[in-house]
């Protein structure tokens, strides 16, 4: 049997339905035993729902230090935990931030050079750059997670470099032009295509039932969550 990869899927009902079970996997990967798990629920909620509408309600969109601290806590608590770069980003000053992200937001829709404008500040590089311009224009950023660079083919071993984002990117617009083609809806972002890679990933990974009773979207047999693939051992990535 193949392995189902979501990324390789064209059916937007399928996509969509994976994005309607977004939260029931934060709140299942939430609920896992550890201190670092149980601040994923509101750190998340806090990050796709509060902050994008802070930064909206700016005249020039930037974020404040305490959000971009706030940002690099969900950004750990999502995925590999590192402290020092907590207290790396805190080192920064908050005119520099304020200064740096609202220079970063108006070079868009130039991504590159937007994402080399944020790397200028302590403990920022791309991964974080894009977790910015992702809360603040969904519509032309992609958070860089773990779960949606490693989701499509060619892009691992994953590398935190600009360049490497450049790829990751230009293959999520591609797959997001694509839906919304498709999708009657046409409401598809690049942010909320990495939101279903992240979840079906880490559905796959807690061993969640939630998507056993989905076809393969490769086109191959249903197989559960539960299949030999996904008891293999995981290879390790390099963090952040």
């Not at 207290?87 to 000053?93: D, E, K, P, Y």
């Not at 829709?109 to 302590?122: F, G, H, M, N, Y």
Request: glycine share 6%; aromatic share 8%; hydrophobic share 35%.
């Amino acid at each position: 049997m193949s392995i189902p990869t979501l990324f390789a899927c064209e059916d937007p009902g399928q996509w969509r339905r994976v994005y309607e079970k977004y939260w029931e996997v934060v709140e299942a990967k939430s609920a896992l035993k550890g201190k670092k798990s149980g601040k994923l629920l509101p750190l998340e909620k806090w990050y796709q729902e509060e902050l994008p509408t802070l930064i909206a309600s700016r005249s020039d969109k930037y974020v404040t230090l305490s959000e971009l601290v706030k940002l690099m806590e969900w950004k750990l608590t999502r995925g590999k935990f590192r402290p020092r770069l907590q207290q790396m980003v805190a080192s920064n000053g908050e005119a520099t931030v304020e200064e740096c992200s609202r220079r970063a937001f108006g070079l868009l829709p130039d991504v590159r050079a937007a994402i080399t404008q944020l790397s200028a500040l302590k403990a920022v590089g791309p991964a974080t750059a894009s977790a910015v311009l992702a809360a603040g224009s969904p519509e032309q950023a992609a958070f860089m997670s773990d779960e949606g660079v490693g989701s499509i083919p060619g892009l691992t071993p994953i590398q935190y470099t600009a360049k490497h984002y450049d790829l990751y990117l230009s293959r999520m617009v591609e797959r997001t032009e694509k839906l919304n083609k498709v999708d009657g809806e046409q409401d598809w972002t690049p942010h909320r295509t990495e939101l279903c890679l992240w979840a079906w990933a880490v559905a796959r990974q807690l061993q969640l039932p939630l998507f056993e009773d989905e076809a393969d979207v490769d086109g191959g047999e249903r197989e559960s969550l539960e299949s030999e693939a996904d008891k293999r051992p995981a290879k390790k990535r390099k963090t952040k």
